[in-house]
C-alpha cells in the first residue's frame, strides 16, 4: 500500500510509464527525461523532509534490507549458530561468525520475513527470551575468541506473548544490557530500521551506535503511546512527532553516534549503494576500536551510556 | 461563591485502586472486607482479614525498611522536559502534579540507611508519580545509588514499582536501561549485593533492567511482574490470560524469583540475606 509522502512521487512515475508506452518521438523523449529529472528532485525533496511519522514507515518498509541482507553484502563465510542452549532456536534473531574485510568477527540481528511464510518463521522479527539469550551466547564467544561483535537492530519489539513471559523476557533482556556493558570486544551497533525499545536495545549496548538516516528507536512504538496517553492509536503520528524517534533527534540528544545517509527514496531504492556507505563507516570504525587495548572498552563504553541524560540539559540539580 | 467546595480533588483511578484510602473505614480491594483504617496501617497497609497488599508510598517504604532515619540522597534531581513533551496534558503540568501528590521531584526516592544495623543504599520507586515510570532522573539516581554502594562498599536495595520507562522523554527512557545496567556490571564485578524487591506493579523497562538483576530477587505476594503489560499480551494472543499470570508466585514457579515474602516478614528476610552475602 503507498504511503501518504509517496503519492506526488507515483503520480510522476504514472505519466512517466504513460509518456514511454507512446510511439516513440523526439518531442516524448524530451517530455520524458525532463519528467525523469523532476522526479528525482522530487524524491530528494520528499525524503529530505519527512515527518517523523513518515520515516517510520520507511523504516519499516517491506523493501528494506534485513540483517541477512547486510550479512551477504558485507561479509563472507558467514556461518550461522543456532539455540540458546537452554530452551530454543529462534529465528527472530540471527547469529554467527563472519569474516568482515579478511578479519573474524561475529555478526549478529533481527531478522524479519518478506513473504507471510517467511514473516510467520521470523515471528515479525520479534525475539523471544531464547533469541536474546542465543545472542548473548555468541557474544560471549565472540569474547573468547577475541572477535569484534557487530549487530544489526530492525524489530518492532521483543515478542509480547505469554510464552516469552514465562520464559522471562524480563530477564533475558536484562542480563544482555549488564552482559554487553562489560564484554571485552568492540562493538559496533547498526540500527537499521525499526529500533523497538527493550527488544532492541537488547542487542544494543555498543561502544558505536550507526543509525541510518530514516530508521527510528523509540521507547515504545507511536501507535502504542498514542493508544497510551491520547487512548487513540490513529494519534501515531502526533506520538511520534512528540516522541523524538529520528536519527537526527537522537544524535542530537547525544544517543547516537553516527548517522548513516540513505540513498534518496531510501535504502529500499538502491541498497548496493546503502551497503557502500555503511561498509565505510564500520570499517573506519572497527579500524578505531581494534586499535584500543580491549580492556579499556568496557570502562569507556560504560562512560558513554552513563552520560545519557545529562545534568543541565535533561535535568537540573536544585537544592 | 460555590456553596460546596471539593476539599481534595479525586485521585486517578490507578491510585484509588490499591492505596489504603482516606477515611475513617476502608474496603479491602481483594476480601472486600470493611476494615478499621488504623487497623490495617498498623499492619505495613496489609490487609489483616486477607493479606492483601495495598501499594505503599516510597517514603513509607523506606519508613518500614530502614531502622531510623535515613540520609536522602539526590532530593533536588529534577526533569528539565527535555523533549518539551504534550499529550493531552503538558509534561511539565505532570511533573507539577506529581510534586504535590508526592512531595518527590520524581518517581524514586533514594537514601542511606540502616537495616538490622547494616548500613545499606536503598532506593524505593514512587507509583503515585507518573506511574513510576522510569526517565533520566530516575535513571541518573539509580545509577548514583548504584555508584554510591559501589564506592562505600555497602549493599544495595531497590524496591521497584513501575509502569517501565517513561515516554514523555523518549528514547532517554530506554537508555537509562542500559546505563544503570553498565552501572549494575560494575557492581557485580566488585562483588557488592544488589537485592532487588519488586512490588505490585513492576513492568516494562524497570522489569527488563535493573529489577530483574538483584543477586537476590525478592517479590510481595500477588504483585503483577512482567515484560509487557496483559493487554498487550491478550491483544497479541487474542485469548484471556490464565488466572494468577505474570503474578510473584507464577515467577517464582518460572525461576525468575528467589522468594515471594509477605510485607511483615520483608525486613527480617532482607536483613538475613544481607548476612548470608556480606563478609
Redesign the interface.
Known amino acids: 500500500m503507498p504511503e501518504d509522502y509517496e503519492a506526488p512521487l507515483l503520480e510522476l512515475e504514472k505519466k512517466i510509464d504513460e509518456l514511454a508506452s507512446q510511439p516513440a518521438a523526439p518531442a516524448v523523449e524530451a517530455e520524458i527525461s525532463r519528467l525523469r529529472g523532476e522526479l528525482s528532485e522530487k524524491r530528494r525533496q520528499v525524503f529530505a523532509s519527512l515527518t517523523p511519522w513518515q520515516k517510520t514507515q520507511v523504516a519499516r518498509h517491506p523493501g528494506r534490507p534485513y540483517t541477512l541482507d547486510y550479512v551477504n553484502a558485507l561479509f563472507t563465510e558467514f556461518t550461522e549458530l543456532h539455540g540458546d542452549r537452554r530452551f530454543a532456536e529462534d529465528p527472530a534473531l540471527v547469529c554467527g561468525f563472519a569474516f568482515y574485510k579478511e578479519r573474524p568477527v561475529a555478526v549478529l540481528g533481527h531478522q524479519k520475513g518478506r513473504d507471510t511464510k517467511q514473516k510467520i518463521y521470523r515471528n515479525f522479527g520479534m525475539p523471544k527470551p531464547e533469541g536474546y539469550r542465543k545472542a548473548l551466547r555468541v557474544m560471549k564467544l565472540a569474547e573468547k575468541f577475541s572477535r569484534p561483535v557487530i549487530t544489526f537492530v530492525d524489530t518492532p519489539g521483543a515478542y509480547p506473548g505469554l510464552d516469552a513471559e514465562e520464559r522471562g523476557q524480563a530477564e533475558a533482556i536484562a542480563y544482555n544490557l549488564r552482559e554487553m556493558a562489560a564484554l571485552r570486544v568492540p562493538i559496533i551497533v547498526n540500527v537499521t530500521g525499526e529500533g523497538g525499545s527493550g527488544g532492541a536495545l537488547a542487542i544494543a549496548v555498543g561502544d558505536r551506535v550507526n543509525m541510518l538516516e530514516h530508521a527510528v528507536y523509540s521507547v515504545i512504538s507511536p501507535e502504542g503511546c498514542a493508544s497510551i496517553l491520547w487512548r487513540d492509536a490513529g494519534r501515531a503520528p502526533e506520538a511520534a512527532d512528540a516522541m523524538k524517534i529520528t536519527a537526527s533527534d537522537l544524535a542530537a540528544l547525544g544517543l547516537v553516534d553516527e548517522i548513516v545517509p540513505e540513498p534518496a527514496g531510501g535504502a529500499q531504492t538502491d541498497p548496493e549503494a546503502l551497503f557502500r556507505t555503511l561498509d565505510a563507516v564500520i570499517d573506519a570504525q572497527l579500524r578505531e576500536l581494534t586499535a584500543v587495548p580491549p580492556e579499556s572498552l568496557p570502562g569507556a563504553r560504560h562512560d558513554k551510556f552513563r552520560r545519557m541524560g545529562r545534568l543541565g540539559t535533561e535535568f537540573l540539580e536544585t537544592t | 461563591m460555590a456553596w460546596f467546595r471539593r476539599e481534595r480533588s479525586p485521585l486517578p483511578a490507578h491510585e484509588q485502586e490499591s492505596r489504603v484510602p482516606e477515611g475513617l473505614y476502608v474496603k479491602c480491594d481483594s476480601c472486600k472486607e470493611i476494615l478499621y483504617r488504623k487497623a490495617v496501617l498498623d499492619n505495613l497497609s496489609v490487609c489483616p482479614k486477607c493479606a492483601f497488599h495495598f501499594r505503599i508510598s516510597a517514603r513509607l517504604r523506606l519508613e518500614l525498611l530502614c531502622d531510623g532515619a535515613w540520609e536522602e540522597l539526590?532530593r533536588?534531581?529534577?526533569?528539565?522536559d527535555?523533549?518539551a513533551?504534550?499529550?493531552?496534558k503538558a509534561y511539565s503540568d505532570r511533573l507539577r502534579d506529581g510534586k504535590r501528590k508526592t512531595g518527590s521531584?520524581d518517581a524514586l526516592v533514594s537514601a542511606v540507611g540502616t537495616l538490622g544495623g547494616i548500613p545499606t543504599v536503598i532506593a524505593a520507586m514512587e507509583y503515585g508519580f507518573i506511574g513510576g515510570s522510569m526517565?533520566?532522573?530516575v535513571?541518573?539516581k539509580v545509577?548514583r545509588a548504584v555508584e554510591r554502594s559501589a564506592s562505600e562498599r555497602m549493599p544495595l536495595l531497590v524496591v521497584s514499582c513501575s509502569g517501565g520507562?517513561?515516554?514523555m522523554?523518549?528514547?532517554?527512557?530506554?537508555?537509562?536501561?542500559?546505563?544503570i545496567?553498565?552501572?549494575?556490571?560494575?557492581l557485580?564485578?566488585a562483588r557488592i549485593p544488589f537485592i532487588s524487591l519488586l512490588t505490585d506493579p513492576t513492568t516494562?523497562?524497570v522489569?527488563?533492567?535493573?529489577?530483574?538483576?538483584g543477586d537476590v530477587n525478592i517479590a510481595e505476594p500477588g504483585a503483577l511482574?512482567?515484560?509487557?503489560g496483559p493487554r498487550?499480551?491478550e491483544q497479541?494472543?487474542r485469548q484471556k490470560?490464565p488466572e494468577g499470570?505474570?503474578r510473584s508466585e507464577f515467577l517464582l514457579q518460572?525461576?525468575?524469583l528467589d522468594m515471594v515474602v509477605d510485607r511483615r516478614e520483608l525486613k527480617k528476610t532482607i536483613v538475613r540475606c544481607l548476612h548470608t552475602l556480606l563478609d
Open positions: 539526590d533536588g534531581l529534577v526533569s528539565a527535555p523533549l513533551f504534550s499529550d493531552t521531584l526517565g533520566v532522573v535513571g541518573e545509577a520507562a517513561r515516554m522523554e523518549g528514547t532517554l527512557s530506554l537508555m537509562q536501561m542500559a546505563k545496567s553498565a552501572a549494575l556490571a560494575r557485580d564485578a516494562g523497562g522489569t527488563a533492567s535493573f529489577a530483574m538483576l511482574i512482567g515484560f509487557a498487550v499480551i497479541t494472543i490470560l499470570f505474570q518460572h525461576g525468575m
